[in-house]
């Protein structure tokens, strides 16, 4: 995830990310979300040319068996509950 997200900084889509973790005592459905802040809306779209930059990248971080094995386990080790398009929203006092 670390590789990832450096790359796509690099790549200039990628502005921040974030972990926030819910610390309450009945967090619901789920306790962490992970987030990504895009440089705007169009940063998000799928971009063939991009995805393929970033995966030839992300490849030489991890030998070529551990590339098949770790897809095949993937949704072992985590469950997505939904996705979500946030807004920051900050207000300036006068």
Same mark, same amino acid.
């Not at 030998?63 to 993937?74: A, L, N």
């Given at each position: &995830?670390?590789?990832?997200?450096?790359?796509? !900084?690099?790549?200039? @889509?990628?502005? @921040?990310?974030?972990?926030?973790?819910? =610390?309450?005592?009945?967090?619901?459905?789920?306790? &962490?979300?992970? /987030?990504?802040?895009?440089?705007? %809306?169009? %940063? &998000?779209?799928?971009? =063939?040319?991009?995805?393929?930059?970033?995966? /030839?990248?992300?490849? !030489?971080?991890?030998? =070529? +068996? !551990?590339?098949? +094995?770790?897809?095949? +386990?993937?949704?072992? $080790?985590? /469950?997505? #509950?939904?996705?979500?398009? $946030?807004?920051?929203? =900050? #207000?300036?006092?006068?």
């Amino acid at each position: &995830m670390a590789a990832l997200l450096r790359h796509s !900084k690099k790549m200039g @889509d990628v502005v @921040d990310c974030g972990i926030y973790i819910n =610390e309450a005592a009945s967090a619901g459905p789920f306790n &962490m979300i992970l /987030t990504v802040t895009f440089k705007d %809306a169009a %940063a &998000m779209e799928p971009n =063939e040319t991009k995805y393929k930059a970033l995966n /030839t990248e992300l490849r !030489k971080y991890l030998e =070529e +068996s !551990k590339q098949k +094995s770790i897809v095949g +386990s993937y949704e072992e $080790f985590r /469950t997505f #509950w939904g996705e979500g398009n $946030f807004r920051r929203v =900050e #207000w300036k006092s006068k």
